[in-house]
């Protein structure tokens, strides 16, 4: 089956840029989501078709494929970013989560 | 504005089937291009997908689960539901019912907590 790994944990300081990876075999090959999820709220998508932002969605999001590896970049990371991160992408017609990276900014 | 919201029991024994409906709201659940999913979460744990299904009827479902799983959509209601048979402990979780377009989950409801407990 189709696996898509995250590290489990990134962090960084006010300000500066976050990126978390996303790797599955052949990823750039298809399209990566990201979503955002709070603590007791439900995920929100955050960048889609690799690098599209849906209406809402700050410009300090951002987001690549290309080979193995999805990025999500946070630009200008602030502190209402910290949350848990999920990538996602469909294996033919199957839909697969990586197991999430938690940002903590500090 | 779509709006999703699961209802359905909190609280399930075990070896019984877990049954949950979502209701759509804000947009006909039998507009063209749209799929309609099932997603859960393990307390403290990542997303799990589950199934999806369109309102034609066609159904995909995730090989870990399917043999446990159905999902099902009533047009006339504007719902879809989830069953989720023989569950054990190890199905305790939060369920989302989503909205899927073009490759991406766009809409989310706000989640469920089911325990399996006796």
């Known amino acids: 089956s189709y696996e898509l790994t995250q590290p489990p944990s990134v962090s960084v300081s006010p300000g500066q840029t976050a990126s978390i990876t996303c790797s599955g075999d052949?990823?750039?090959?298809?399209?990566a989501c990201w979503y955002q999820q709070k603590p007791g709220q439900s995920p929100v998508l955050v960048i889609y078709?690799?690098?599209k932002r849906p209406s809402g969605i700050p410009e300090r999001f951002s987001g690549s494929n290309s080979g193995n590896t999805a990025t999500l970049t946070i630009s200008g990371t602030q502190a209402m970013d910290e949350a848990d991160y999920y990538c996602q992408a469909w294996d033919s017609s199957i839909v697969v989560f990586g197991g999430g990276t938690k940002l903590t900014v500090l | 504005q779509v709006r999703l919201q699961e209802s359905g029991p909190g609280l399930v024994k075990p070896s019984q089937t877990l049954s949950l409906t979502c209701t759509v709201s804000g947009g006909s659940i039998s507009s063209a291009g749209y799929y309609w999913s099932w997603i859960r979460q393990h307390p403290g744990k990542g997303l799990e997908w589950i199934a999806y299904i369109y309102y034609s009827g066609s159904t995909y479902y995730n090989p870990s689960l399917k043999s446990r799983v159905t999902i099902s959509v009533d047009t006339s209601k504007n719902q879809f539901s989830l069953k989720l048979s023989s569950v054990t402990a190890a199905d305790t979780a939060v369920y989302y019912c989503?909205?899927?377009?073009?490759?991406?989950?766009?809409?989310w409801g706000q989640g469920t907590l089911v325990t399996v407990s006796s």
């Open positions: 052949k990823l750039g090959d298809k399209f």
């Open positions: 989503a909205r899927v377009w073009g490759q991406r989950i766009d809409y």
């Open positions: 078709q690799d690098n």
